[in-house]
């Protein structure tokens, strides 16, 4: 990077001003080391720029507002999260809700999970909400974002903001943000925003006025009170069977993942019958530095070694994990056809878990019904195909959504939802949101119904596989340093799109960010060969990669066919995974 001496000399008095106007003294004085090392190089003109080169990156821009809040690394700067940053969005949301006010108080909780910074965020969201003529209520503690987004619609407030990074490295952090009460009606009350929402939000975060004309109160806002936990907890329980005799002989593993999950998750288990849980002990309690994986998410290799281990020493029956904000889970158990122990993908979860609540609804026991006489399961674009048969079988109906649960929860109707990065949404009319306590509470009650009828949850996969064809999924993910090179490859791939696929021809080739009467537009490119085959291709929301999702459907032929079609699934999805790296032009 090549700055010349007068664009060195503006970002060196941005970066003092910044400094002297920071209201965090600890961001402050990390600001200036910076600075004075990026003064040193300039000097030297010679050598490593690495502090100049950051430095410039701090102050390149500002952080995008979307749909997915705020999401960055800690740090000074306009383009980092600290609370200057997080001050300027409170009062873009405060200023967006008192125009979306029609004469009435507008009112916002916000909660906060055990990630560097993350209550003097939540703390300063509220000072600024307060000052504004916001009523504010701040949870009690560090919380799950499950209690935060049911709260929303539990207080009935006109906002929620939720300050975490979900399941990205100890150096990042978060903001996400609801909207309900009286901004938002509708399937979408209590939903994370969509746009216009989002865009409109963003116009009002101003860059341009002094950080001191935003006023901040001292005190305020109402501390909500501890039992919100307490209530959260007894409606996820209220979703399970309790009638008569319910099985609930399962040995479970669980760990939080140095999340906030564990006391939340672990008094659900309980509470709802299950005895025998075990936590992780190296990973039971909130640490922001994740000291044990090297990205605190589930589907990371090796985030689930120290569980499975544990679980294969102690004889569990099934590992359940959250990510750090619980709003994820992730089942792992033995497979009988292997003897070892696996992560079920999320797309099988997914099914597995539609297939249960579709036999609760059949059966009466499924406590929450849905808003329509007609129960609706969803699922993303990029998740398996297998739902849609469930859900045919039952006689319910389903649709197919943008990938983000901003889009699955806002479908009328909606009994249950699913993406498959490891989340899913079984009780919409307590949490708009996914929400991995309820779903691992059902997970459980599910793998304790088979383990009394002698099955596991893998025979239940094969029974599906059984009634609507093997469904493999895959992903092929390409993480990038330079953020440039996503749109390059999918410049690439709208100019010359593959022709077959695993030696099946295209034919359809869908891009969707034409968008249609089905779908809003969005970045992403869809394959359908003839052969069923299917590719979607479409950057990551949330990290700098370029994901691809492969899906093959296989036929059947009785179960001593089932592993003849997983051995034929498996070379359909590496010859695909082969041919879309090949016209993405990555090396072999």
């Known amino acids: 990077m090549t700055l010349t001496a007068m664009e060195r000399e503006e970002l060196f008095n941005e970066a003092r001003i910044w400094a002297d106007t920071d209201p965090d003294p600890a961001t402050a004085a990390e600001l200036r080391t910076l600075l004075?090392?990026?003064?040193?190089?300039?000097?030297?003109?010679?050598?490593?720029?690495?502090?100049?080169?950051?430095?410039?990156?701090?102050?390149?821009?500002?952080?995008?507002?979307?749909?997915a809040g705020l999401r960055a690394a800690l740090g000074a700067g306009p383009r980092r999260m600290n609370r200057a940053v997080v001050r300027r969005t409170a009062a873009g949301i405060a200023s967006f809700l008192q125009d979306r006010s029609e004469g009435w108080i507008p009112s916002a909780v916000i909660g906060y999970d055990a990630r560097h910074n993350s209550k003097a965020f939540a703390l300063e969201t509220a000072a600024v909400f307060s000052a504004a003529g916001i009523e504010a209520f701040l949870l009690p503690c560090t919380l799950p974002t499950p209690v935060l987004a049911y709260a929303v619609r539990a207080l009935d407030t006109d906002a929620g903001v939720m300050v975490t990074a979900s399941h990205n490295p100890a150096q990042d952090n978060g903001y996400k943000v609801y909207l309900g009460g009286r901004t938002v009606k509708g399937p979408g009350r209590g939903a994370q925003i969509v746009p216009p929402y989002d865009a409109e939000i963003a116009a009002r975060i101003d860059y341009t006025l002094p950080l001191s004309s935003i006023e901040t109160a001292p005190e305020g806002w109402t501390d909500v009170s501890e039992s919100i936990a307490a209530d959260y907890i007894n409606a996820v329980d209220a979703l399970v069977n309790h009638d008569g005799y319910p099985a609930r002989d399962l040995r479970i593993v669980l760990t939080p993942m140095h999340g906030v999950g564990g006391e939340t998750m672990t008094a659900v288990l309980r509470d709802a019958g299950f005895s025998s849980v075990k936590l992780v002990a190296a990973q039971a309690e909130p640490d922001p530095d994740f000291p044990t994986v090297a990205f605190p998410n589930p589907e990371e290799p090796g985030a689930l070694d120290l569980a499975v281990g544990m679980a294969a020493e102690t004889g569990a029956d099934i590992v359940l994990a959250n990510d750090p904000d619980a709003d994820r889970a992730a089942v792992a158990a033995q497979d009988p056809a292997t003897g070892q122990w696996r992560?079920?993908?999320?797309?099988?979860?997914?099914?597995?878990?539609?297939?249960?609540?579709?036999?609760?609804?059949?059966?009466?026991?499924?406590?929450?019904r849905p808003d329509s006489n007609t129960p609706v399961f969803a699922n993303s674009i990029v998740s398996s195909r297998l739902l849609a048969r469930i859900a045919a079988a039952a006689g319910f109906a389903h649709q197919e959504t943008l990938t983000g649960f901003k889009w699955i929860s806002r479908v009328p109707g909606l009994v249950y939802g699913y993406e498959e990065a490891l989340g899913y949404c079984v009780a919409p009319a307590l949490v708009r949101d996914k929400d991995g306590i309820s779903a691992g509470l059902l997970i459980?009650?599910?793998?304790?119904?088979?383990?009394?009828?002698?099955?596991?949850?893998?025979?239940?996969?094969?029974?599906l596989a059984l009634e609507h064809g093997?469904?493999?999924?895959?992903?092929?993910?390409?993480r990038v340093e330079n953020l440039s090179l996503i749109p390059q490859m999918m410049t690439r791939?709208?100019?010359?799109?593959?022709?077959?696929?695993?030696?099946?021809?295209?034919?359809?080739?869908?891009?969707?960010?034409?968008?249609?009467?089905?779908?809003?537009?969005?970045?992403?490119?869809?394959?359908?060969?003839?052969?069923?085959?299917?590719?979607?291709v479409r950057p990551s929301g949330t990290e700098p990669k370029l994901k691809c999702y492969l899906e093959v459907i296989e036929p059947v032929d009785?179960?001593?066919?089932?592993?003849?079609?997983?051995?034929?699934?498996?070379?359909?999805?590496?010859a695909a995974k082969e041919d879309i790296a090949a016209a993405l032009g990555l090396e072999a």
């Open 36 to 67: 004075a090392a990026a003064e040193a190089e300039a000097a030297a003109e010679s050598g490593t720029a690495a502090a100049l080169e950051e430095l410039a990156d701090r102050f390149s821009g500002t952080l995008e507002f979307g749909t």
């Open 470 to 478: 093997l469904h493999a999924s895959d992903q092929l993910s390409v």
């Open 343 to 368: 992560m079920l993908r999320g797309d099988e979860t997914g099914a597995l878990l539609g297939a249960h609540i579709a036999d609760r609804i059949r059966s009466g026991h499924h406590r929450l």
């Open 493 to 536: 791939l709208r100019a010359q799109p593959p022709s077959s696929l695993a030696g099946s021809p295209v034919v359809n080739a869908v891009d969707l960010s034409a968008g249609s009467e089905a779908l809003p537009p969005t970045d992403g490119l869809l394959y359908l060969t003839e052969d069923g085959t299917r590719i979607i």
């Open 444 to 463: 459980a009650e599910l793998a304790a119904a088979l383990k009394a009828d002698g099955r596991t949850l893998f025979d239940m996969l094969d029974d």
């Open 558 to 574: 009785g179960r001593a066919g089932l592993a003849r079609a997983r051995a034929a699934a498996a070379d359909r999805l590496a």
